[in-house]
């Protein structure tokens, strides 16, 4: 079993890239916002190369790889193409997601238990180059079971609809939503896997995530890039650091 750790925040930037592209200009750069998010106490950058590059783009990628020093968590699908890049760059961690074109963003956990055989194939080659293997999945005791099964050494989980029902004042089945999230972390963590957590969060909602003593690490960007807009990315960042400490006591 892994020791319990402290807790890691990873700044994504996609909707940094997504700004970018919205007019095909080259501003702003999220390599700029990478370094910022670095200089602002950040302990990794996440970045998301979709199929369709609707945000970051195969530059991106080179350019976080070439110039960041803190470690990049690169999410993708799990398809030949991501494959190759990743085994190309050699992030330090591989974030597999489950992606739809239609999507707005990542909806939902990844099957694990449906798709095992082609994902313990898949994440073979990544483990072999020195990539951690984690796995973006709902709080769902046979995705868990089936992610150790297929050697992955992390399992991110979603907390895209615990983030929803406490945004629509659904707090009853939010709180059985975080009641799952606090059960399969432990389950994660007691099957020897690293868990961390990510999607949705909020200076509102990050609290009862990070006093979760399982969970090692918080992806979270759409909101901060959004606050970065009022305050500035670096207090931004600052505020979230200071809300998931204070959770840890
Ligand atoms: N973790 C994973 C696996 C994701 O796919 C995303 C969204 O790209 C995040 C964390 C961050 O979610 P958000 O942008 O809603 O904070």
């Given amino acids: ?15 940094v890239a997504t700004v970018r592209n919205a007019r095909g200009s080259a501003y702003p750069d999220p390599i700029r916002a990478a370094k910022l998010a670095q200089e602002a106490g950040a302990d990794g950058i996440t970045a998301h190369l979709r199929e369709d590059r609707r945000h970051i783009s195969d530059a991106d990628i080179a350019g976080l790889m070439s110039t960041l020093e803190l470690p990049l968590n690169f999410e993708m699908a799990a398809t030949d193409e991501m494959q190759a890049i990743a085994l190309r760059h050699r992030p330090h961690a591989v974030c597999i997601v489950p992606e739809k074109r239609e999507e707005r963003t990542t909806e939902g956990g990844l099957d694990v238990a449906r798709d095992e055989n082609r994902l313990a194939h898949f994440i073979a080659p990544l483990r072999d180059a020195g990539c951690r293997v984690s796995i973006f999945i709902a709080a769902d005791r046979a995705q868990i079971e089936a992610a150790a099964r297929i050697g992955a050494a992390v399992v991110e989980l979603h907390t895209g609809a615990y983030c929803d029902l406490h945004a629509e004042g659904a707090f009853d089945k939010r709180d059985e939503e ?37 969970i090692v690490e918080l992806n979270i960007g759409h909101f901060l890039i959004g606050e970065a807009i009022f305050r500035g990315l670096v207090p931004a960042i600052h505020e979230m650091r200071r809300l998931m400490q204070d959770a840890r006591g």
């Avoid at 079993?1 to 909707?15: E, K, T, Y």
């Avoid at 020897?192 to 990070?210: C, F, K, N, S």
């Fill in 1 to 15: 079993m892994q020791p319990v750790g402290d807790l890691r925040l990873g700044v994504n930037i996609d909707h």
């Fill in 178 to 214: 975080l009641a799952r999230l606090t059960d399969m972390a432990a389950l994660a963590h007691d099957l020897g896997l690293e868990v961390h957590a990510g999607h949705g969060l909020t200076y509102d909602t990050v609290t009862p995530i990070a006093v979760l003593p399982q």
